[in-house]
């Protein structure tokens, strides 16, 4: 398994609230990746983020290596680290009035043995990606995405609607989060791209997959992704961790 992860602030942005975290666990042979897209004023949106990343992948590597059966509940052990990482977010928010109103998305890909499970609160995206094809295996706890499920409008009017960034899930806001897991199939050559809106609202899903065309390997993926979004002009915070099988 090969993997790689780039963060940029963007070309607009002061600060770069977004984290992310891969950790590889050769002698169980997973990969570990999480990424998180902040929000609530510059001090709080970069502390939720990254605090959100360190906790879920910190409880959920731990879990793994403790696992003494030889097929874990990988699903729980995901549920459970996004919840130890939703409290500790959510404490700070309640007893810290610098903190007050924080929270994070929070989107998590683990490969373990030949399984894949993909863990998501908010709107940032897990894609899986062929030759032929992109699918967006998450779906986003969004304002529009709900109104796109209602038939109110179309997916390509949702990416310029003007209350596109709406997030009806995210970490820390409230005491209890529920989160979506999926588990896609993933041949050999095949990779899943995380990203946040950063760089969503950049390219459309066509432009990252005629990328994928032409830089096959993850980290000429990685950084052909991240010129294009800076050279179009980078409004937000743009993250991207790439895992090919």
């Known amino acids: 398994m090969n993997s790689f992860g780039i963060t940029d602030r963007g070309a607009v942005r002061r600060d770069n609230q977004d984290s992310f975290l891969i950790e590889r666990l ?3 042979s997973c990969v570990i990746a999480v990424l998180c897209d902040g929000m609530g004023g ?16 910190g409880e959920l590597r731990q879990s793994i290596l403790e696992a003494r059966k030889r097929r874990p509940d990988i699903k729980a052990m995901m549920e459970a680290a996004c919840e130890s990482a939703n409290r500790m977010i959510y404490s700070y928010s309640c007893f810290d009035t610098d903190y007050t109103g924080m929270g994070t998305t929070l989107v998590s890909a683990v490969i373990y043995g030949e399984s894949v499970y993909v863990l998501n609160v908010g709107d940032s995206r897990c ?43 995210a970490l ?7 989160c979506d897991i999926f588990t896609p ?10 990203c946040s809106d950063g760089l969503t609202n950049m390219l459309a899903d066509e432009e990252i997959l005629a990328l994928y065309r032409r830089n096959t390997d993850p980290l000429s993926l990685g950084r052909a992704l991240m010129a294009e979004a800076l050279r179009r002009g980078a409004r937000d915070n743009v993250t991207i961790v790439i895992i090919s099988k």
């Open 127 to 169: 894609y899986k990606l062929t030759r032929r094809r992109i699918q967006q295996v998450t779906r986003d706890h969004s304002l529009v995405q709900d109104m796109v499920d209602r038939g109110e409008i179309s997916p390509e009017q949702a990416r310029t609607h003007p209350r596109r960034n709406v997030i009806t899930r």
């Open 172 to 178: 820390g806001v409230n005491e209890l989060v529920p």
């Open 26 to 28: 050769d002698e169980r």
């Open 185 to 194: 199939r993933l041949q050999r050559g095949e990779l899943l791209l995380l």
């Open 42 to 57: 510059e001090k709080a949106g970069n502390i939720a983020s990254d605090l959100a990343a360190k906790t879920y992948a």
